[in-house]
């Protein structure tokens, strides 16, 4: 089982960027997915999740607007793509198999780290 994330880095206040989560190894049409975040010092923090079939979403208010979570269940892949990013915006990402409560399930990836600074 693998979940590889990817497209973290520095931007600035305002920018945007598009993280991506590769699966492997498992039923990815199965599960729901669901993007964490983690900033220092702070608890872990569910993001947004999105259903197995492409349908309903979650979204953590503060990132309602502005980021837009997306699936490709033909490429087991799921997205994140985050626009007018702030500074509180920077942490840790996580992408992971989650429950229809986008509570976190099976399977967690490594994190990929987003620093929004100027």
């Known amino acids: 089982v693998q979940l590889q994330a990817s497209g973290g880095g520095l931007v600035q206040p305002g920018g945007s960027l598009r993280l991506s989560c590769a699966a492997s190894?498992?039923?990815?049409?199965?599960?729901?997915m669901g993007w964490f975040r983690q900033a220092p010092g702070k608890e872990r923090e569910a993001v947004s999740c999105?259903?197995?079939?492409?349908?309903?979403?979650y979204y953590a208010d503060s990132v309602k607007g502005r980021f837009t979570i997306s699936r490709d269940n033909a490429e087991a892949t799921v997205s994140l793509q985050m626009n007018s990013l702030k500074a509180e915006d920077t942490a840790v990402y996580y992408c992971?198999?989650?429950?229809?409560?986008?509570?976190?399930?099976?399977?967690w990836g490594q994190g990929t780290l987003v620093t929004v600074s100027s």
């Open positions: 190894g498992f039923p990815f049409d199965y599960y729901a």
């Open positions: 992971a198999t989650v429950y229809t409560s986008c509570q976190p399930s099976d399977y």
């Open positions: 999105i259903s197995s079939t492409d349908g309903p979403t």
